[in-house]
């Protein structure tokens, strides 16, 4: 089976790890912190703190936002369930804005249109998660310029967008956001097996999301209270998790970070190539507009009703196509919450007809010709 998204890890990247087993820190040791400065340095921020997987950078970005029970976070319902669940976990409630049909984002029209329904009924939201799906964007200086007149916080979950670009500048910058997050699952742009990210300029957030991502626990005096009882010494000051990254991971990360440009630029040849070998298909395929990491690459098709057997012969043919995203507020967990069918009708009737075709940066000519082939012959 040709798979839909695969990690490429080299030689160098396996030394690299290897490496770190042989050493005397296989967590909390000097990697996890370099790998924080080269991707600070990458996304041209002060700050980046590693973590466990994006849904914990997700989680501790909430936190530090001073999301909690009673609070309102709002994100897109065509995203990964954990771009929602990130605010449930702090006892928030959530709501979502539909998706332009074009870009698959949120839409700047519909989120403008609901925070001026929603300041006559009551709370605005405290936080809004943006989602650059497939690696695409989203217009961030319009969601900024909102958030400044109706007063929220914002979020960028990049997870699938490191490398990719808004304005020129890598994402991650947060130039137009509190903070963003990255995710290095093996299926993302570059993986440190499982990980995740947190970016951002301001000192006193990223202090406290660094306190939260281990334990709530200090050891410098000027954050206890009453003084030191000796070099031992340390104080919980809140309730905090573990979170951490391992140094193995940091090492994968760090090796598979030194060849991003080299994997971006076979995902975007690849992703231009799709667009060649099907622009004469009854498909919807992803506009190119602005630079995207391309992490997928989704089509819809037009008839939507032949999307499942579509779907099937692909899958027989050992092509293993995937579908982003099952609308969020469609899970039974979100349903149980009041969410309905018909709520965010532009993510649903993008759901129905979604295909994502395979991609990832050792995907061959060849095995992209017979993908092509394979829909053409099933679509006509
Ligand atoms: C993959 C993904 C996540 C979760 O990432 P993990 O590192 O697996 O926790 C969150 N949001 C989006 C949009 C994702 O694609």
Known sequence: MIPYGRQDVNLDDIDAVVDVLRSDWLTQGPLVPKFEQLIADYCGVPKAIAVNSATSALHLACLALGLGPGDLGWTTPNSFVASANCIRYCGANVDFVDIDPNTLNISVSSLRQKLVKQRSKGPL??????????????????????????????????????????????????????????????????????????VGRDQELMRRIELLRSHGITRDQSEMT??????????????????????????????????????????????????????????????????????????????????????????????????????????????????????????????????????????TFSEQDYISETLRKNLS
Not at 146 to 175: M, P, T, V, W
Not at 302 to 324: C, P, T
């Open 226 to 363: 009453g003084i030191s009882e000796g070099p031992w010494y340390y104080q919980q000051i809140d309730l905090g998790y573990n979170y951490r990254m391992t140094d193995m991971q940091a090492a994968l990360g760090i090796s598979q970070l030194s060849r991003i440009n080299e994997i971006l630029n076979k995902r975007l040849i690849l992703a231009n190539r799709y667009s060649e070998l099907l622009s004469d298909l009854p498909l919807r395929l992803p506009c190119l507009d602005i630079f995207s990491s391309w992490h997928l690459y989704c089509i819809t098709v037009d008839q939507i009703e032949r999307r499942k057997d579509l779907f099937i012969k692909m899958r027989s043919a050992n092509i293993g196509v995937n579908v982003h995203y099952i609308p969020i507020h469609m899970q039974p967990y979100y349903q149980r919450l009041g969410f309905r069918s018909g709520d965010f009708p532009n993510a649903e009737h993008y759901y129905k007809g979604a295909i994502t075709l395979p991609l990832y940066p050792f995907l």
């Open 125 to 198: 939201p405290k936080v809004l998660v943006v989602v650059h799906f497939s690696g695409r964007s989203c217009d961030m200086e319009a969601i900024h310029s909102l958030s400044k007149e109706f007063n929220f916080r914002i979020i960028e979950d990049a997870s699938h967008a490191i490398g990719a670009k808004y304005k020129n500048f890598n994402i991650g910058g947060c130039q137009y956001s509190d903070l963003t997050v990255f995710s290095f699952h093996p299926v993302k742009i570059i993986t440190t097996g499982e990980g995740g990210m947190i």
